[in-house]
Nanobody
Framework: QVQLMESGGGSVQAGGSLRLSCETVRADWRTSCMGWFRQAPGKEREGVAG????????NYAESVKGRFTISRGSDKNMLYLEMNSLKPEDSGVYYC????????????????????WGQGTQVTVSS
């Protein structure tokens, strides 16, 4: 069973930055795609960023392009999300995810395709 453990959430003012981390335990072939999703109160969970674990190709939701960067650690057991120029609408619970459907060099950002979820970490951006 793949396990994902997030850390690094918190509160920040608009325009600030945060870095989320996700430790992967017992990763296997199903983690060919990993990513970050988020869910704001009263809203559906949405995909933020994905990374193909072999090759490192990344893809992003339009709302975060140019502001967020997804990456993996050198030991391949860590996944990161660097978030810059944060906006209040970026607030929510952020989830590390694995096993999304892969389409060539892109990962699906549809939550329905996720096989494994972390427990989530809260991000709050104040105006």
């Amino acid at each position: 069973q793949v396990q994902l453990m997030e850390s690094g959430g918190g509160s920040v003012q608009a325009g600030g930055s945060l870095r989320l981390s996700c430790e992967t335990v017992r990763a296997d072939w199903r983690t060919s795609c990993m990513g970050w999703f988020r869910q704001a109160p009263g809203k559906e969970r949405e995909g933020v960023a994905g990374i193909v674990t072999i090759g490192g190709h990344t893809n992003y939701a339009e709302s975060v392009k140019g502001r967020f960067t997804i990456s993996r650690g050198s030991d391949k057991n860590m996944l990161y999300l660097e978030m810059n120029s944060l906006k209040p609408e970026d607030s929510g619970v952020y989830y590390c995810a694995a096993g999304m459907t892969r389409f060539g060099t892109s990962c699906s950002l549809n939550p329905a395709t996720v096989d494994f979820w972390g427990q989530g970490t809260q991000v709050t951006v104040s105006s």
